[in-house]
């Protein structure tokens, strides 16, 4: 472990280092520059960069405009609006177009907390990988970002990042590689597979290390590549522990839990649980106090362990 | 513009028109009365107008069209072909499986398509994209956008209009291709009565109205854009233009002609044609 810091920090910290070396950069905002960090890129370099005001949907075509013209563009703004604002733009002018836009959406899931349900964008995964073409990265902590926006950025095509947005540990290891489409064993074992994106993967790390101590293999799987996904890492967990739970700050529907459902429903036999927000909204309160309430625990998370293995 | 050449465009008008009729009676679908509203401001545009190299769809220097009306596509392909991005015959692929020419036009899927449309309210955006980037590289080259008259009820246009009169890109116009119909009625009345250019005014633009029928009136509304503001062209049209039981009419905003339309169609053009000669 090497500290800890929000995602969304180090987002904006790596934005300007990546505009040092890729002239082609050009960051977009609407109106949140604060908020999704990305201050310091306008502030070093402010002639490749624009906020286009409270205007998601002209902002998300104007980036596709800037691709055409061979640019690369970032356009940043929070979850609950790219997509959720502007989903027919991406749809559109970004990925039946292919075009080379990353887009990047902090503040996901119940992690808003007080801002409430209209905030809380519980759907923006389930959205995103829908489309096709576009690759879907939700990295889990600071280190993993800043990675994860430079493969995002060298990608030739369409991506959508979710940052997080609260401090948290770096579990991702300093000298690990970030690969598009590639899910990282955090810790292996055989009884059962926790697999994770973003914040929630420090909640299976930690439940991990509780389970060991009671005498249970646990494989842990970081999967912040939603789309692609790590298939052969899915297949082999599938088969070598039978068991799965995945946890995620994002509605049961559309997200990992689906796109892990999905992918191994055709194969072996494998029990699989999802812990997520079900078929409701999220309401205001502090993030941990919504996380407790949606079963987004270590109690919770050894629930399910438990009755997998009974 | 000489009168030979206005008659030369002419001419490709009505062929343009044949051709899209034709594509329309072979394939079953597609949207005559907005694609006819535009063949005029289309032909000057790729003929007279627009730098641009058939052989080099993707040179750097080119000027680009986007057809944020994009069932207009019948007509827009026409007018590609015969300015020579793909072959004539390929129209006749309009709409089929595995065609290049989709019902509504999609980026780079034949040469000279610069843009994904079909669900309204983006050209706008894109077209100020490519124009702010253009400029951020160092290009001249102009970026031309085609939005319908109905298209305006999009709010996203309004966000592109707004974000222009601050950055007033030199590179970018904006045409409006004014038929007054939209698909359930007259757009006064889907979304009332407005002045358009004094709505632009008011948003700092430069508008020029013109007939968008009348190619000497075309070239002198092009003409009449600054350089100093941002620029919309409000081009006078109407649905169904060159076909006289189209003209003004709102079922023929995606109708197919029947038999006895289609020969009528054709009579009308070849009369248009005869009178131009």
């Known amino acids: ?310 | 513009m000489e009168e030979t050449r206005i008659k030369e465009l002419q001419r490709l008008a009505i062929a343009v028109r044949r051709d899209a009729l034709r594509v329309q009676q072979t394939v079953g679908s597609g949207h005559l009365g907005g694609a006819f509203s535009a063949v005029e401001l289309l032909i000057y545009l790729y003929f007279q107008r627009m730098r641009l190299d058939p052989a080099r769809p993707d040179w750097p220097e080119r000027d680009s069209f986007i057809l944020s009306k994009g069932h207009a596509a019948i007509g827009y392909y026409s007018v590609l072909a015969r300015r020579g991005f793909f072959p004539h015959a390929e129209l006749d692929s309009y709409r089929q499986l595995g065609s290049r020419l989709q019902g509504h036009t999609q980026l780079d899927a034949a040469p000279g398509i610069e843009a994904s449309t079909g669900s309204l309210g983006q050209g706008y955006s894109f077209g100020l994209g490519i124009a702010l980037g253009n400029r951020k590289q160092g290009r001249q080259n102009t970026v031309y956008v085609m939005v319908g008259d109905g298209e305006l009820d999009e709010g996203q246009v309004w966000e592109a209009v707004r974000l222009q009169s601050r950055l007033k890109l030199a590179g970018l116009v904006l045409i409006v291709d004014d038929n007054q119909l939209q698909l359930d009625d007259y757009t006064r009345n889907v979304n009332g009565a407005a002045d358009l250019a004094a709505v632009f005014r008011a948003f700092g633009f430069h508008p020029v109205p013109t007939d968008g029928h009348d190619f000497a009136a075309i070239e002198r509304a092009f003409a009449a854009l600054r350089p100093d503001r941002p620029n919309v062209i409000i081009a006078r049209t109407v649905k169904g233009k060159g076909i006289s039981f189209m003209e003004d009419r709102i079922e023929w905003h995606a109708q197919k002609v029947n038999e006895a339309e289609y020969r009528q169609a054709l009579e009308e053009l070849r009369q248009q044609e005869v009178a131009l000669a």
């Open chain 1, 1 to 310: 472990m090497n500290g800890w810091q929000a995602p969304r920090d180090s987002f904006g910290q790596t934005l300007v280092e990546l505009g040092e070396t890729h002239p082609e950069l050009f960051v977009l905002n609407a109106d949140v520059a604060k908020a999704t960090k990305t201050e310091a890129f306008a502030a070093r370099f402010p002639d490749r960069y624009l906020n286009v005001g409270i205007a998601e949907q002209n902002m998300a075509g104007v980036a596709a405009g800037l691709a055409r013209s061979g640019l690369v563009p970032v356009m940043s703004t929070f979850a609950c609006f790219a997509p959720g604002r502007c989903y027919d733009q991406i749809r559109q002018s970004i990925a039946y177009s292919n075009l080379n836009v990353k887009i990047a959406a902090t503040h996901p899931g119940l992690s808003v907390g007080m801002d409430g349900a209209i905030h809380q964008s519980l759907d923006d995964l389930a959205l995103m990988r829908a489309l096709p073409g576009l690759v879907v990265l939700a990295p889990s902590d600071a280190v993993q970002t800043r990675k994860a926006l430079i493969r995002a950025v060298e990608h030739q095509g369409p991506v959508y990042l979710r940052i997080g947005r609260l401090e948290c540990p770096n579990l991702f290891p300093a000298a690990e590689d970030f690969v598009i489409g590639k899910a990282y064993t955090l810790r292996d074992g055989s009884d059962v597979t926790l697999i994770a994106h973003g914040a929630t993967v420090q909640l299976v790390w930690a439940a991990a290390a509780e389970l060991e101590r009671s005498g249970v293999s646990v494989r842990v799987l970081d999967m912040p590549s939603l789309k692609p996904l790590d298939r052969e890492a899915l297949r082999r967990a599938a088969r070598e522990t039978g068991r799965i739970v995945t946890v995620e700050d994002h509605w049961l529907c559309g997200g990992l839990y689906s796109a892990v459902c999905e992918e191994l429903a055709a194969g072996g036999p494998c029990r699989i649980r999802g812990i997520g927000v079900g078929d409701v909204f999220g309401e205001s309160g502090a993030p941990g106090a919504l996380y407790a309430k949606h079963g987004l625990t270590q109690e919770r998370l050894l629930q399910e362990v438990a009755r997998l293995l009974a």
